[in-house]
């Protein structure tokens, strides 16, 4: 492409976001006594532009200027020096990021808030590889993960204040119920692909927080739940002062009681579900349903020449995926202690299915990477409140351009066929 044509591409660009900077950044309210007065800022409008104009056109330069530096060997060798690292990223870098999870709140400046930030981490680490189930590994985009995330949290919340069941009765139902509605998600989406899945699972995500929202007599409406009962130590509670004829977590072990001891606990809790489900999916792919799930996902009329049903086969992708998403959900409402369909909504489907395709849809340990990003970006930048969202924004543009694959992107064939003359039905 000419220069002429790059310069009225950057042009173009600029223009289109000089037109949505109008009337975010153009105009401001301010107070005058009496009516709201209008301020207007053209200066922001115009910085904005011009500079989407200058990056637009210092991105395609730079791209220009590497292609032409690179030669197609060399990129070829990159391209095998990327899927290699992805290939070994389970082998060493998952066992690395395991000890790192199972010593910070050993390590020096692990205070309390590095710590219940870390929990935030397993959470969204958990629900992407539940998702990866859908999306890496079944191939089904899906973009109401965030449902099953809110069935697993109300449930844990109804249960437990309804029928006084406590943490560990209520995991395994929360993650049956979110189960059985990821079944009725899949049977009318069985014959759809592509964007119409996304678009149906989008409105299913949708459906279940109206109905969080309007379901008022069940579900509290927008007010939510709260005084959601706390997980114990196996019946031993985090309290300094536990009712009388019970021993609190602190007593049992002989320890001066600190606050803190509920936050350790809470993370090492969502590690341990983080790492079950890390191990489950691991061995599942290596199962018959795993690599059925793999076969969808290559091609699907293939699939169904195999031999494969391919109804079952995403009947059990939905339902598996969405039972650790309500796994992760149960938690999340004990560790709240309050839930709402606030915590619901479509970004969070958002932010989980980026980190899925940020890390490389198939890579468990892509997905740690990517959670840890995405979620501890936003914390980062908190200081700069004004321009959070949009320095997330610039941090995903800059990876994908950087990594359009996603950090980690490698799919290792569970199965691979023997070479001829080696034994075992190589061929001829």
């Known amino acids: 492409m000419t220069l002429q044509a790059r310069l009225k591409d950057a042009i173009l660009a600029g223009l289109v976001a000089g037109v949505l900077a109008l009337p975010l950044l153009g105009f401001e309210t301010v107070d005058t006594g009496g009516p709201l007065g209008i301020k207007t800022r053209w200066h922001l409008v115009f910085y904005a532009a011009a500079g989407v104009f200058i990056g637009r056109l210092g991105l395609m330069l730079l791209l220009d200027w590497r292609r032409g530096r690179v030669q197609p060997q060399a990129q070829s060798k990159k391209r095998d020096l990327m899927a290699e690292l992805g290939r070994k990223a389970d082998t060493w870098l998952m066992p690395a990021l395991i000890a790192f999870a199972l010593i910070l709140p050993t390590l020096p400046f692990a205070d309390r808030t590095v710590v219940d930030l870390g929990t935030v981490v397993l959470i969204y680490v958990m629900l992407g590889w539940g998702l990866n189930i859908v999306v890496g590994l079944a191939g089904l985009l899906d973009l109401g993960y965030v449902a099953f995330y809110a069935v ?17 009765e209520c995991l395994p139902l929360a993650g049956l119920f979110a189960a059985l509605f990821g079944v009725a998600l899949g ?9 119409y899945l996304a678009i149906v699972t989008l409105g299913f995500g949708e459906i279940i927080r109206i109905v969080l929202l309007n379901w008022q007599k069940l579900t509290g409406g927008p007010n ?24 609190s977590f602190h007593q049992l072990f002989g320890l001066e009681f600190a606050s803190t001891h509920r936050i350790v606990f809470l993370y090492y809790l969502i590690l341990a579900l983080a790492l079950l489900t890390n191990l489950f999916t691991q061995r599942i792919r290596k199962l018959p349903v795993g690599r059925a799930w793999e076969a969808l996902r290559e091609d699907e009329i293939a699939c169904r020449a195999l031999g494969i049903n391919p109804t079952n086969t995403k ?3 939905f339902a598996i995926g969405a039972m650790f998403g309500g796994f992760a959900g149960s938690f999340f409402a004990t560790r709240q202690g309050f839930i709402s369909p606030e915590s619901f909504t479509f970004i969070e489907s958002a932010v989980i299915l980026a980190i899925v395709v940020l890390g490389g849809m198939g890579s468990q340990a892509g997905i740690v990477l990517a959670a840890a990003f995405l979620t501890l970006l936003p914390e980062l930048a908190r200081e700069f409140s004004l321009f959070r969202m949009l320095a997330f924004g610039l941090a995903m543009v800059l990876i994908m351009v950087w990594r359009p694959q996603g950090l980690l992107a490698h799919r290792e064939p569970t199965m691979r066929l023997a070479k001829a003359g080696a034994g075992g039905g190589g061929g001829p």
């Open 152 to 168: 697993g949290a109300y449930s844990y919340a109804l249960l437990s204040k309804n029928f006084g069941l406590n943490f560990w």
């Open 187 to 195: 049977f009318p989406v069985l014959r759809l692909r592509g964007d």
């Open 224 to 247: 939510g739940i709260s005084g959601i009962q706390r997980p114990s130590f196996f019946g031993y509670p985090f309290s300094a002062n536990p009712p009388e004829g019970t021993t």
């Open 315 to 317: 009947l059990t992708a």
